[in-house]
């Protein structure tokens, strides 16, 4: 399986219109709002408030965004990557997170395919439900700071988020389990 790399970022996994990604979605999501600059390419994330220059001296609405961690498997190895997209997907997300949880499941259980097909179309099938072991082992592995390289407008617009772990090289990074033991 290959995904394309996302511009600067090989730990970011683009999704594409026509793309998808199977995998296990691991950790909390981080989401933030953000306007974009078409001149400069760049975004930059917005307080929501009177202090955001953008809002208040442009009057340009923001767009929200999120991350959120990733297992893929690359290579025959389970590697954290992490997707980073809009409303669309979020709302997919959390609603079949809400229907598992009428199940007493959590979408961090299964292996989920992510689908794009339109610009704001996504389809999430759940792939397989994985055992307390493959869940626990997945845990272990280093997930990614989902804050990194976002460009603030100023350092005290930054969201908060506390329980990030630290990305650890790949150089480091161990398996916690076997390849046959990675059922995606």
């Known amino acids: 399986m290959e995904f394309p790399r996302g511009q600067g970022?090989?730990?970011?996994?683009?999704?594409?219109?026509?793309?998808k990604v199977i995998g296990v979605?691991?950790?909390?999501?981080?989401?933030?709002?953000?306007?974009?600059?078409?001149?400069?390419?760049?975004?930059?994330v917005c307080s929501r408030d009177d202090n955001c220059p953008i809002c208040?001296?442009?009057?340009?609405?923001?767009?929200?965004?999120?991350r959120?961690?990733?297992?893929?498997?690359?290579?025959?190895?389970?590697?954290?990557?992490?997707?980073?997209q809009g409303w669309s997907l979020w709302c997919k997300l959390g609603e079949k997170a809400e229907e598992l949880k009428a199940n007493d499941k959590k979408l961090e259980q299964y292996v989920v395919e992510i689908r794009r097909s339109g610009l704001k179309t996504y389809m999430v099938?759940?792939?397989n439900e994985m055992t307390a072991e493959q869940v626990n082992a997945l845990s272990a592995l280093p997930l990614n700071d989902l804050q990194a390289n976002l460009n603030?407008?100023?350092?005290?617009?930054?969201?908060?988020?506390?329980?990030?772990?630290?990305?650890?090289?790949?150089?480091?990074?161990?398996?916690?389990?076997?390849e046959e033991d990675i059922i995606f």
């Open 9 to 19: 970022n090989p730990k970011m996994l683009p999704l594409k219109e026509g793309n």
């Open 25 to 44: 979605l691991i950790g909390e999501p981080f989401g933030w709002n953000q306007h974009f600059n078409p001149v400069t390419k760049q975004s930059l």
């Open 56 to 66: 208040t001296d442009k009057k340009e609405k923001s767009s929200f965004r999120f």
């Open 68 to 84: 959120v961690n990733i297992i893929v498997k690359e290579d025959g190895m389970a590697v954290a990557k992490y997707l980073e």
């Open 125 to 127: 099938v759940l792939k």
């Open 152 to 178: 603030m407008i100023s350092p005290s617009l930054a969201p908060i988020q506390t329980d990030i772990q630290d990305e650890s090289p790949e150089s480091e990074m161990e398996p916690a389990f076997e």
